[in-house]
Protein backbone atom coordinates (compact mmCIF):
# COMPACT_ATOMS: atom_id res chain seq x y z
CA UNK A 1 0.00 0.00 0.00
CA UNK A 2 1.06 3.62 -0.98
CA UNK A 3 -0.11 6.42 1.85
CA UNK A 4 0.16 10.22 0.31
CA UNK A 5 0.19 13.42 2.48
CA UNK A 6 -0.46 16.48 0.88
CA UNK A 7 0.39 20.38 2.63
CA UNK A 8 1.15 23.43 1.63
CA UNK A 9 -1.79 25.11 0.33
CA UNK A 10 -3.47 28.43 1.55
CA UNK A 11 -4.88 31.74 0.84
CA UNK A 12 -2.19 34.08 -0.80
CA UNK A 13 -2.84 37.57 -3.34
CA UNK A 14 -2.68 37.33 -6.78
CA UNK A 15 1.15 37.47 -7.44
CA UNK A 16 2.27 36.14 -4.49
CA UNK A 17 3.89 32.22 -4.13
CA UNK A 18 3.48 28.64 -2.68
CA UNK A 19 5.16 25.47 -2.63
CA UNK A 20 3.06 22.15 -2.26
CA UNK A 21 4.47 19.47 -0.99
CA UNK A 22 3.65 15.28 -1.10
CA UNK A 23 4.97 12.91 1.09
CA UNK A 24 4.58 9.30 -0.29
CA UNK A 25 4.98 6.60 2.34
CA UNK A 26 4.39 2.73 2.20
CA UNK A 27 5.47 0.51 -0.78
CA UNK A 28 7.24 3.44 -2.61
CA UNK A 29 8.69 1.69 -4.70
CA UNK A 30 5.98 0.88 -7.01
CA UNK A 31 5.59 4.71 -7.63
CA UNK A 32 6.44 5.31 -11.00
CA UNK A 33 4.68 8.96 -12.34
CA UNK A 34 4.20 11.29 -10.03
CA UNK A 35 1.75 13.97 -11.06
CA UNK A 36 -0.47 17.12 -9.51
CA UNK A 37 -3.95 17.54 -11.01
CA UNK A 38 -6.54 20.26 -9.94
CA UNK A 39 -9.77 20.43 -9.54
CA UNK A 40 -11.31 23.61 -9.16
CA UNK A 41 -15.33 24.44 -8.12
CA UNK A 42 -17.64 23.66 -11.44
CA UNK A 43 -15.14 22.33 -13.51
CA UNK A 44 -12.99 18.55 -13.73
CA UNK A 45 -10.12 17.43 -12.41
CA UNK A 46 -7.26 18.28 -14.88
CA UNK A 47 -3.48 17.60 -15.48
CA UNK A 48 -1.16 20.30 -13.83
CA UNK A 49 2.06 18.79 -14.06
CA UNK A 50 3.63 15.79 -13.97
CA UNK A 51 6.85 14.18 -13.63
CA UNK A 52 8.66 10.19 -14.54
CA UNK A 53 10.96 8.58 -13.04
CA UNK A 54 13.45 9.58 -14.60
CA UNK A 55 12.73 13.58 -14.35
CA UNK A 56 10.83 14.03 -17.55
CA UNK A 57 7.78 16.71 -16.52
CA UNK A 58 5.19 18.23 -18.97
CA UNK A 59 2.95 20.89 -17.88
CA UNK A 60 -0.23 22.23 -18.52
CA UNK A 61 -0.60 25.38 -21.12
CA UNK A 62 -1.64 27.32 -18.07
CA UNK A 63 1.25 26.98 -15.71
CA UNK A 64 3.69 27.10 -18.43
CA UNK A 65 6.57 29.21 -16.81
CA UNK A 66 5.46 30.34 -13.37
CA UNK A 67 5.10 26.21 -12.22
CA UNK A 68 7.62 23.88 -11.20
CA UNK A 69 7.38 20.41 -10.63
CA UNK A 70 9.88 18.16 -9.08
CA UNK A 71 10.64 15.13 -7.12
CA UNK A 72 13.01 13.94 -4.56
CA UNK A 73 12.69 10.50 -5.70
CA UNK A 74 9.30 8.43 -4.86
CA UNK A 75 8.97 10.04 -1.54
CA UNK A 76 8.52 13.76 -1.70
CA UNK A 77 7.01 15.13 -4.71
CA UNK A 78 7.16 19.26 -4.87
CA UNK A 79 5.02 21.90 -7.08
CA UNK A 80 6.90 25.62 -6.79
CA UNK A 81 3.95 27.81 -7.73
CA UNK A 82 4.38 31.42 -8.65
CA UNK A 83 3.21 34.47 -10.16
CA UNK A 84 -0.79 32.92 -8.37
CA UNK A 85 -3.53 34.10 -10.63
CA UNK A 86 -6.77 33.46 -8.92
CA UNK A 87 -7.97 31.28 -11.96
CA UNK A 88 -5.33 28.58 -10.06
CA UNK A 89 -7.79 28.64 -6.99
CA UNK A 90 -8.78 24.85 -6.75
CA UNK A 91 -7.65 21.63 -4.84
CA UNK A 92 -4.57 20.36 -5.57
CA UNK A 93 -4.09 16.58 -5.26
CA UNK A 94 -1.38 14.76 -5.47
CA UNK A 95 -1.35 11.60 -7.65
CA UNK A 96 0.81 8.79 -8.36
CA UNK A 97 1.00 5.77 -10.85
CA UNK A 98 1.75 2.46 -8.86
CA UNK A 99 3.52 -0.29 -10.52
CA UNK A 100 2.83 -2.54 -12.06
CA UNK A 101 -0.92 -2.12 -12.36
CA UNK A 102 -0.41 1.67 -13.76
CA UNK A 103 -3.39 2.07 -10.89
CA UNK A 104 -3.16 5.79 -10.04
CA UNK A 105 -3.79 6.50 -6.23
CA UNK A 106 -5.00 10.39 -4.86
CA UNK A 107 -4.05 12.00 -1.93
CA UNK A 108 -6.96 13.72 0.49
CA UNK A 109 -6.13 17.22 -1.44
CA UNK A 110 -4.81 20.46 -0.59
CA UNK A 111 -7.02 23.99 -0.79
CA UNK A 112 -4.94 26.84 -2.63
CA UNK A 113 -6.99 30.04 -2.79
CA UNK A 114 -5.78 33.00 -5.07
CA UNK A 115 -7.32 36.69 -4.57
CA UNK A 116 -7.12 39.17 -6.53
Known amino acids: Q????????????????????CAASG??????TMAW?????????????????????NYADSVK???TISRDNAKYLYLQMNSLKPE?????????????SNRRLCGQGTQVTVFS
Open 65 to 67: GRF
Open 37 to 57: YREAPGKQRELVADITSGGST
Open 27 to 32: NIFRIN
Open 88 to 100: DTAVYYCTVVILP
Open 2 to 21: VQLVESGGGLVQAGESLRLS
